[in-house]
C-alpha cells in the first residue's frame, strides 16, 4: 500500500496517541470532527468512495449498495470482534478488504455478562424498586441466590464465552458448555468444562449466558422449543446478536414468570415495545458490553495494528 493513503476516522473520542502508528505509516489521517454527526447512509457512502482505509464500529451498518461503486481497494477497519454489520457485494470481494479486532474487548464483555448475571442473582433491580417504593424485602418478586455451586451453561467456545467460562470458575460454578465443535476445545475439557448437547444446557443451567457470534448457521439458533427447556428460576444472558433467540418468546416468559431472569445487551431498538421498566426480572443494555473506556482504545490500537500489517502484505 502507497504511503499517500487517505484514512478517514469516525472516532474523534480517541486519544491522539493511538493514531500515531497511521501518522508513523505516512497515512493521511482524516478525523470526524468534534461536534459532527456520525455519518451513516448516503454521507457514509461518500466517505467510502473518497477513502481508502475507514475506521467505523458496529452502528455504523454498511450495505452491498454502499460498495456497488467501489472500484478500487478499500480497507474497513471495524472497531469490533464482529463483521455482521458490513455487507459486501460478491462482485466487491476483491477490493473489500476488512479489518477488526477479535482480542480486545473480550474481558470487558465477559465483565458485563457477569455483571447482568449477578445482578439478577442478587436481585439489585428487583430490590432497587422494592426498595424506592419504600416497602420490605418480602415483597421481592424472587429472593437473592447464589452463584457458587449453581451450574452455568455458556452457549459458544471462543474468546468471549472462554472469559465467561473462566469468571464462572472462580464463582465455583459448575461449567457446561456447547458449541459446533467440541473436539477443537480440548483446553476447556481438561480445565472441568463439561460439553453437552444445546438441549440439555437449557435443561440443567441454573444460568444461561450466549457468546456466539452471528453467522447463517447461529442466525435463529436458539428457537422457542429449545427456549421452551429453560427454567423457571434461571437466568438466561445474551451478549450476542438478538438475531440468535427467539427474543419474543424470552420477553413472554419473563412477563408471565417473574422467578425467570432475562438480560440482553443488544441495539435498543431492537428490543424497543417487548418490555417495560416495571419488570424487575429483565434488564436490557444498548450494546455497551464491549465498549468500555479501556476496549475501545485497545480495539483501535490492535485495529490499527492488524491494518498496517494487511495493508503491509
Not at 13 to 25: F, G, R, T, V
Amino acid at each position: 500500500m502507497s504511503a499517500s493513503k487517505k484514512v478517514y476516522s469516525i472516532f474523534n473520542d480517541i486519544p491522539q496517541s493511538s493514531y500515531a502508528p497511521l501518522y508513523e505509516a505516512g497515512y493521511e489521517v482524516h478525523i470526524l470532527p468534534v461536534g459532527h454527526e456520525r455519518p451513516s447512509g448516503e454521507a457514509l457512502k461518500r466517505i467510502l468512495e473518497e477513502y481508502d482505509i475507514v475506521f467505523i464500529g458496529t452502528s455504523q451498518v454498511i450495505t452491498e449498495p454502499m460498495l456497488a461503486d467501489i472500484e478500487s481497494v478499500k480497507f474497513i477497519a471495524t472497531l469490533s470482534s464482529g463483521t455482521d454489520h458490513i455487507h459486501v457485494p460478491a462482485n466487491k470481494s476483491s477490493l473489500i478488504r476488512i479489518v477488526n479486532a477479535p482480542l480486545a474487548n473480550r474481558v470487558s464483555v465477559a465483565e458485563h455478562c457477569f455483571g447482568l448475571i449477578l445482578n439478577l442473582a442478587k436481585g439489585i433491580v428487583d430490590g432497587r424498586y422494592v426498595s424506592c417504593e419504600g416497602k420490605q424485602k418480602g415483597s421481592m418478586q424472587k429472593k437473592p441466590v447464589d452463584l457458587f455451586g449453581s451450574t452455568i451453561g455458556v452457549v459458544g467456545a471462543g474468546g468471549i464465552a472462554c472469559e465467561v467460562l473462566s469468571f464462572a470458575e472462580a464463582f465455583g460454578m459448575k461449567r457446561l458448555c456447547w458449541t459446533f465443535h467440541p473436539e477443537r476445545h480440548k483446553p476447556l475439557s481438561e480445565d472441568g468444562v463439561q460439553f453437552v448437547s444445546l438441549e440439555e444446557l437449557m435443561k440443567t443451567s441454573d444460568v444461561v449466558a450466549i457468546s456466539i457470534p452471528h453467522t447463517r448457521e447461529t442466525r435463529g439458533m436458539l428457537n422457542r422449543p429449545l427456549l421452551s427447556h429453560l427454567k423457571d428460576d434461571s437466568i438466561f444472558v445474551s451478549t450476542s446478536r438478538i438475531e440468535i433467540f427467539d427474543a419474543p418468546y424470552l420477553f413472554e416468559k419473563a412477563s408471565s414468570c417473574p422467578t425467570f431472569g432475562l438480560a440482553l445487551d443488544v441495539d435498543s431498538k431492537e428490543a424497543y415495545g417487548m418490555w417495560n421498566l416495571s419488570q424487575r426480572n429483565v434488564i436490557v443494555t444498548p450494546h455497551i458490553a464491549g465498549g468500555t473506556v479501556q476496549s475501545r482504545i485497545r480495539l483501535f490500537d490492535e485495529c490499527c495494528r492488524n491494518l498496517i500489517h494487511t495493508a503491509q502484505q
